[in-house]
């Protein structure tokens, strides 16, 4: 498991050192920002996977929790620069197979980060409604640490840990309705665009090779809507990654007796993201 601490450890320090960049920002900006907000997050998350026929082998469902900072800055031409960084773990029940196909459940682990900025252009529609177009980019970065498991048959099979990182666009809208002086309700709604994605399975850690995959590129839609009273602030969301088959990897053994050909390839999966987060806004 040397391996597994090592990716643990550097992952521990990309956390703390993407935290350490998003406060730094948004202390240098805070002064001329319309605002920030410190928030936490309680999410229902849903990984799935599918075969080649389109039939599913594996679900993970359950809660992920985190925290997350925001703030936004309005300029004098009514252009906007909104950044948002969170940190994300927990634990998810894993319903899946093994690579021979037995039935498998284990639980899952969590840990990564999401980072997104965008650039909008706010258009006052009425005096209480505005709207806002904005375009940017996101990273989010993870570990899915998945833990031994017991088969139908009652064997152990061994878990693994894999890293995970889709670098994407994002493309929306958002809104905001002044209530009252008080109040305001507020919207969110795109699209993501990746154009990279990897996935890296840490196979060292249980006798064999890491491999790293390039899961395909599939847009994926984002939404959210909210209430702000005075410094209090809570929305629902919505999230989620779509990724199509990765490409295949090919290891070929040559014995004595036979040529063993083994392939193996990241399918097809999904996530979708359902989620509350409250907080307080400066």
Request: proline share 3%; glycine share 12%.
């Amino acid at each position: 498991m040397q391996k597994a601490s090592i990716v643990r450890r550097r992952s521990l320090a990309l956390l703390f050192l993407a935290v350490f960049v998003v406060f730094e920002i948004s202390h240098v900006s805070v002064a001329a920002a319309e605002g920030f907000y410190l928030y936490g997050v309680a999410e229902s998350f849903t990984w799935k996977e599918f075969d080649d026929s389109g039939a599913r082998v594996v679900k993970e469902s359950g809660p992920l929790f985190g925290i997350g900072i925001a703030y936004s800055h309005e300029f004098e031409d009514q252009l906007t620069f909104t950044p948002k960084g969170e940190i994300f773990f927990g634990s998810v029940d894993y319903d899946g197979q093994t690579q021979t196909g037995e039935p498998l459940t284990t639980t899952v682990g969590y840990f990564g980060l999401t980072l997104d900025g965008d650039i909008g252009r706010k258009f006052k529609v009425s005096q209480s409604f505005s709207l806002e177009p904005f375009g940017g980019l996101g990273l989010r970065w993870w570990l899915r640490d998945i833990k031994n498991g017991t088969t139908s048959t009652g064997a152990i099979s061994q878990g693994y840990m894999e890293g995970w990182t889709t670098l994407y666009g994002r493309l929306g809208v958002r809104g905001g309705i002044d209530v009252s002086k008080q109040t305001m309700m507020f919207f969110e709604g795109g699209v993501k665009l990746p154009f990279y994605n990897e996935n890296t399975a840490y196979w060292s850690n249980i006798g064999g090779q890491d491999l790293t995959f390039h899961p395909g590129k599939q847009s994926s839609p984002f939404a959210e809507i909210g209430m702000k009273v005075n410094r209090v602030k809570a929305s629902l969301f919505y999230d989620s990654m779509r990724f199509t088959k990765s490409n295949v990897i090919t290891d070929v053994i040559t014995t004595s007796e036979a040529v063993i050909i083994h392939q193996y390839w990241q399918p097809k999966s999904t996530a979708d993201i359902y989620g509350v987060k409250i907080g307080a806004s400066f």
